[in-house]
């Protein structure tokens, strides 16, 4: 939505954004605070080397650090127990994981063997190949499924087929080193940008976007961008 709103603006369009809360951001939530780095409370990582975030990073002077997820895997069973580095996993535990990482790559051949249209969950695919333990099962639902912020049986293995031929984005992995925030707060800035403001409804009229706002009115004929 900043995004948005900042190519607006630099087209000379008048806008006005309405955010709800009051902050911006929505998932993004950086405490700046509480370490002397950076804590991501919402989206933490860069997915990809060419997505266009590093654009928007480099326009802003912010830089983005390396952070390898997979090659730097720390993993637990239970959230009541410490996790590990995957080197310091038992070898049982290494070889579940590198066999789910392997099978998610083999989405591919999966796709190009089954009947066009043809789905599964991706819990049931993992059971074809093998993971039927709930151990399995939940240490593929961690690996695979949350990152796509989804339980393992309500993803469907065709789209995380399709969504791994389909990158382009590159596998590189990285977080912001100010903060995320601190990216969303250069984006906004001199965005003409209305806090606190809860829309209940957005309409067209005359070509124009006129909102309904629970609080502050915005006046008929502004080009209104809900984020």
Sequence with gaps: GLAAGRKLLDAGQKIL?????????GRIWTDAFFANYPIEYGAEFIHGD??????????????????????????SHSCQASAKPLKDLSIEDQKLIGSILADEADLLKWLSAVPAGSDVSLADYMRSKGHTSSTALAAADV???????????????????????????????YRVEQGYSAFLDCLASGLPLRL???????RLVS????????STPVSSGSQVEVV
């Design 207 to 214: 070509n124009f976007l006129n909102s309904d706002s629970s």
């Design 50 to 75: 060419n997505v266009v975030t590093h654009e928007l990073l480099r326009t802003f002077k912010i830089r983005p650090i390396p952070a390898p997820r997979k090659p730097g895997l720390w993993f």
């Design 143 to 173: 690996i695979l499924a949350q990152t796509r912020c989804a339980n393992l049986d309500r993803v469907s293995a065709r789209d995380v087929a399709q969504e791994i031929a389909r990158d382009r984005a590159g596998l590189g992995e």
């Design 17 to 25: 954004i309405l955010e709800a809360r009051n902050r911006i951001g």
């Design 196 to 202: 606190n403001t809860a829309v209940d409804s957005v």
